[in-house]
């Protein structure tokens, strides 16, 4: 009993250190320049991508590789309708919501017709889907009814769209930054907190919804499909819920990345990217929050911290002269560690501890 | 539209079919036997189709005549691209035979990232124009128009496939092979090396590989670092809709999404060929979950 009080008492002290960590966080990172606070922020919304995905391969078992094309309908959602471009300007309460939204409303779209599909054919069905809506954003700005002659630009093609608006709260700009009792708070440093919070949302209600009843039903869907529905479970109904959830987020993050970064393109949202997000689940550990988290900070920051790492002036320093490129190299350890973690680690980094047990199991 | 014009997309479509043919071959032989997307592949062609590059320029400059020089170069390719092939199997994929389904696929994207800049690191990044070295001017057949390298790919790819089928359905290799894609265990009982065969297999494949490389290079005139990645995810595409693990599949996949993409861009602007490609993709799996020929895998029970 007392050790157990005591497991409690130092689980709290972990979750208050962390908490305090990812507070101070930004700042230090803004003391090695606003460069490295920015990629903070793009991490947390990894964060974000990778759990919202994680419903759908961790948890349900559904091989989607199209999951970026939710990311890119919540970036359009909020480039098109707060931006020069229509000189349509809403305000984030309804912007994020509507992105949200319609991203499910595509999960849904891509979930309908591929009910029947199981394993490999879903995957490449996932990816045909997030293929399709990339040369969609790429050749929408050339629409033309038939029979008409008026052209219609609705997405500027591969061009992209400029000049986004940011977070704006009730007539404060988030990007114009803060002073609070003389501490200078930048325009991305305030982003990181709303990421944060964003981030913390994701995580609280992927955790709710898979310890929910619908929750348990993805797992027993993942386990077995038969099974499952020979337990009266509505297969169809909870793979499209899996399908919605998973894209939910992604809408989410997609939109607080236009707000950040003031401009997208279709180059953003191609299959590497879709690729990428599933590495971060797989490599940190499938189902396991925390391992999926991991996933996503490991993988987002790795390649920056190489980058600056591998500079032509450290080369220069080690070797006289620059071996390679910095951005070859980059690559060249990132997918020898992605190789060499899925080797040693076939389970993930941070696999779930039923999971862990299951696959040792396995090999008795 | 004229039947004239159809006529030429359809010969058009063939051509570009082959070639994807071959590749998806490669995917759907690897994928009969490991149930893995090798996505390394597409890097493998593009291997082929450098090498290749390389080696023929290197020899026509040394004197020795054009066509000998790229039938040289091609072997050349064939042998390289077969050791990339059987050492990716041997270092990335065999250690993950029997864990979770999507480790080897993880550990498949890593290796095509590397492989992708080794090729920088050796090529470069630049766009290489390749040696136009079979004629590529145009001969025309009654209202169609093909050229003499068109024709050499066609008959290339017919013969290569036709050779593999042979050898998978009429040789004691082919034998072994279709008895390990049924059942690993039960066919290393039976005497079978399984590491060999699965050797065997992905030598196979990344050689048609590099020849297909070789094809796509000479029919575009150009090769580059990146050119495996949308060949390969077409490919892909190919064999899926053919139902993976079938070889008739691959074929019969290959030759319909080159003839839906040539033949549909008389009706869509090109910039929306690929999108047609997909869509064909999604409604054949739609009603046929299994691929066109691919046959219904038993429920896992």
């Given at each position: 009993m007392n050790s157990l009080l005591q497991n409690k008492r130092n689980q709290i002290i972990a979750i208050v250190a962390l908490g305090i960590f990812l507070l101070i966080l930004p700042f230090l990172a803004g003391m090695l320049g606003q460069a490295w606070v920015r990629i903070l922020n793009i991490t947390l919304l990894y964060v974000m991508l990778a759990l919202g995905l994680n419903v759908v391969v961790g948890v349900?078992?559904?091989?989607?590789?199209?999951?970026?094309?939710?990311?890119?309908?919540?970036?359009?959602?909020?480039?098109?309708?707060?931006?020069?471009?229509?000189?349509?300007?809403?305000?984030?309460?309804?912007?994020?919501?509507?992105?949200?939204?319609?991203?499910?409303?595509?999960?849904l779209m891509l979930g309908a017709p591929v009910l029947k599909l199981r394993g490999d054919y879903l995957a490449i069905v996932t990816l045909g889907f997030g293929e399709i809506i990339r040369i969609l954003m790429n050749n929408l700005d050339k629409v033309s009814l038939p029979g008409g002659d008026t052209v219609y630009n609705i997405t500027n093609g591969p061009r992209g769209i400029t000049g986004i608006d940011g977070l704006n709260f009730f007539g404060f700009k988030l990007s114009k930054g803060i002073e609070i009792f003389g501490l200078p708070v930048s325009g991305l440093q305030l982003y990181y907190f709303?990421?944060?919070?964003?981030?913390?949302?994701?995580?609280?209600?992927?955790?709710?919804?898979?310890?929910?009843?619908?929750?348990?039903?993805?797992?027993?869907?993942?386990?077995?499909?038969?099974?499952?529905?020979?337990?009266?479970?509505?297969?169809?109904?909870?793979?499209?819920?899996?399908?919605?959830?998973?894209?939910?987020?992604?809408?989410?993050?997609?939109?607080?990345?236009?707000?950040?970064?003031?401009?997208?393109?279709?180059?953003?949202?191609?299959?590497?990217?879709?690729?990428?997000?599933?590495?971060?689940?797989?490599?940190?550990?499938?189902?396991?929050?925390?391992?999926?988290?991991?996933?996503?900070?490991?993988?987002?920051?790795?390649?920056e911290v190489i980058r600056y790492a591998a500079d032509e002036n450290v080369q220069q320093k080690v070797f006289g002269f620059v071996v390679v490129a910095p951005e070859v190299l980059r690559n060249l350890i990132f997918s020898l560690a992605m190789i060499l973690i899925m080797l040693y680690k076939p389970a993930g980094l941070w696999p779930s501890p039923e999971r862990k047990a299951e696959l040792e199991g396995d090999r008795v | 539209m004229s039947i004239d014009v159809l006529l030429q997309q359809i010969v058009n479509g063939l051509v570009v079919g082959s070639v994807y043919a071959l590749v998806a071959l490669g995917y759907t032989m690897v994928y009969g036997i490991l149930q893995l997307i090798n996505f390394a592949h597409g890097?493998?062609?593009?291997?082929?189709?450098?090498?290749?590059?390389?080696?023929?320029?290197?020899?026509?400059?040394?004197?020795?005549?054009?066509?000998?020089?790229?039938?040289?170069?091609?072997?050349?390719?064939?042998?390289?691209?077969?050791?990339?092939?059987?050492?990716?199997?041997?270092?990335?994929?065999?250690?993950?035979?029997?864990?979770?389904?999507?480790?080897?696929?993880?550990?498949?994207?890593?290796?095509?990232?590397?492989?992708?800049?080794?090729?920088?690191?050796?090529?470069?990044?630049?766009?290489?124009?390749?040696?136009?070295?079979?004629?590529?001017?145009?001969?025309?057949?009654?209202?169609?128009?093909?050229?003499?390298?068109?024709?050499?790919?066609?008959?290339?790819?017919?013969?290569?496939?036709?050779?593999?089928?042979?050898?998978?359905?009429?040789?004691?290799?082919?034998?072994?092979?279709?008895?390990?894609?049924e059942d690993q265990k039960v066919a290393g009982l039976m005497g079978i090396d399984i590491n060999k065969i699965i050797a065997i297999t992905f030598a196979i494949g990344s050689g048609l590989g590099a020849v297909a490389g070789v094809m796509v290079a000479s029919n575009y005139g150009q090769a580059h670092y990146y050119m495996g990645f949308m060949l390969g995810l077409k490919a892909f595409t190919a064999a899926v809709m053919g139902g993976i693990g079938n070889l008739w599949g691959a074929v019969a996949g290959g030759l319909i999404l080159g003839l839906v993409e040539n033949v549909g861009l008389i009706f869509v602007r090109g910039d929306y060929k690929d999108i047609f490609a997909f869509v064909v993709l999604v409604l054949v799996l739609i009603f046929r979950p299994q691929g066109l020929i691919g046959e219904k895998v038993a429920e896992r029970a």
């Open positions: 349900a078992g559904l091989l989607d590789l199209g999951y970026v094309a939710f990311y890119a309908v919540g970036a359009y959602v909020w480039a098109l309708l707060a931006s020069q471009h229509f000189d349509l300007h809403y305000p984030w309460w309804v912007l994020l919501p509507l992105g949200a939204f319609l991203a499910a409303l595509a999960g709303v990421f944060l919070a964003f981030a913390c949302f994701s995580v609280w209600m992927v955790y709710n919804l898979q310890h929910s009843r619908l929750g348990r039903a993805w797992q027993a869907l993942r386990e077995d499909e038969i099974a499952a529905k020979a337990m009266g479970i509505n297969v169809r109904n909870v793979k499209l819920a899996a399908f919605a959830f998973g894209a939910l987020t992604g809408g989410l993050a997609g939109g607080l990345f236009a707000a950040m970064q003031g401009f997208v393109s279709p180059e953003s949202f191609g299959l590497l990217e879709s690729v990428m997000i599933l590495a971060m689940v797989v490599l940190g550990g499938m189902g396991h929050i925390p391992g999926v988290i991991l996933g996503a900070v490991l993988l987002s920051a790795m390649p | 890097e493998i062609v593009m291997i082929g189709a450098l090498v290749a590059l390389v080696v023929t320029k290197a020899l026509t400059a040394a004197g020795i005549p054009p066509v000998l020089a790229l039938l040289l170069a091609i072997l050349a390719a064939m042998i390289v691209c077969a050791i990339v092939g059987v050492s990716i199997e041997r270092i990335a994929y065999r250690p993950l035979r029997s864990a979770p389904r999507l480790a080897p696929l993880i550990t498949a994207i890593g290796v095509s990232i590397f492989l992708q800049q080794v090729a920088i690191l050796v090529f470069g990044r630049n766009y290489f124009t390749f040696p136009e070295i079979i004629p590529k001017s145009p001969i025309n057949i009654g209202p169609i128009t093909v050229t003499a390298n068109e024709i050499v790919i066609l008959i290339t790819s017919v013969s290569l496939m036709a050779g593999l089928l042979w050898l998978v359905n009429k040789t004691k290799i082919g034998t072994a092979m279709r008895a390990t894609a």
